[in-house]
């Protein structure tokens, strides 16, 4: 009796503090948009081509690093990868946005191919100036996504795609050396960095874009 008592008295409360009220207003627009079949599947077009990105990237430095009979069609998935990426981008900013993306992140597969062999021979100069490239491709592209969309912030673009050059340095380190439970951790964590791109990637388009959702 006792406790029947409590639920009563609970449920007063609950329902006096929120009452119900079959003739609230209506999620919001941005609210619905989240639930949309178009929404959806922008979010998993980015994230698949982005995780996809992250597999063959590892797929690459085993190649590579081990000297493997599959490195040249690794190599060439990899950089096929980067046209998927810019596939998904065409129908919100065009072909010649799609191509121009392409070929700056076909540009981060080649100039990364030296740092990761730079990193292999032990050849610090060649590192350095490859590095250095890097980076600069790295930002080439932050300001090209920036420039496409204002809701794309170049510094945090800068930022996020500075920290994936230095998941898979690190990652490259840990496989020259063998250490193979920390590779196992620096790839996870460098997948859910690439995750954390894919979305960054959708919210903007999303934000830009909210009539096509």
Known sequence: MKRCLIKIILLTVIFNITPLNVNA???????NQFLTQSVVQLKEDFRKVWIEHALWTRNYLYSSILELENKEPTLARLLENQEDIGEVIKPYYGEAASKRLTELLKEHIVVGGKVINALKTGNQAEFEK??????RNADDIAQFLSSANPNWNRSDLQKMLH???EDVTTNTKFILNKDWSKDIKAFDHGELHLILIADTFTEGILKQFPEKF
């Open 130 to 135: 490859h590095n250095k490239s890097w980076y």
């Open 163 to 165: 920290m994936h050059l």
């Open 25 to 31: 207003a209506q999620p919001t627009n941005k609210q």
